[in-house]
């Protein structure tokens, strides 16, 4: 039998979301190429770095995928484009849909304000974990 542990097992892990359907549906939009954005409030920390490696998990907590921050800038909620927007790839991609989920995300936590500072981060992925 074979202990060796997968060379991704000490990067951190995490999955997308509020929900374990959240989570499934952005771990795919990744896995397919699609997902390539996200966004989290400045008050929440900065989590990770250009260069860094995570794991994505799915909404079982299974590891789905490996990527690399590959850009990460603080823009105001009402500053973020529609090219940021669409690499998000969620809904139609557009940046209506983008600020629409947004805010509904936040509104349920109650922290949702119109120039509320984010961290915008693009990457890439590295690795499809089977």
Known sequence: MDDTKPWWHELNQF??????????????????????????LVSEGQQTFVGQQHVVLN???????????????QLPYNEVDAAFAYDSGEED?????????????????????????????RFKLIDVIN
């Open 15 to 40: 999955s997308f979301g509020d929900s374990a359907e959240m989570a499934d549906e952005l771990a795919a939009l990744v896995v397919q190429g699609i997902k390539t954005g996200t966004s989290w």
């Open 59 to 73: 909404g079982a907590g299974r590891p789905v995928a490996v990527i690399e921050t590959t850009e990460l800038r």
């Open 93 to 121: 991609r557009s940046l209506a849909n983008w600020r629409l989920g947004y805010q509904r995300f936040y509104e349920r936590q109650g922290k949702f304000a119109i120039d509320m500072l984010m961290y915008c981060e």
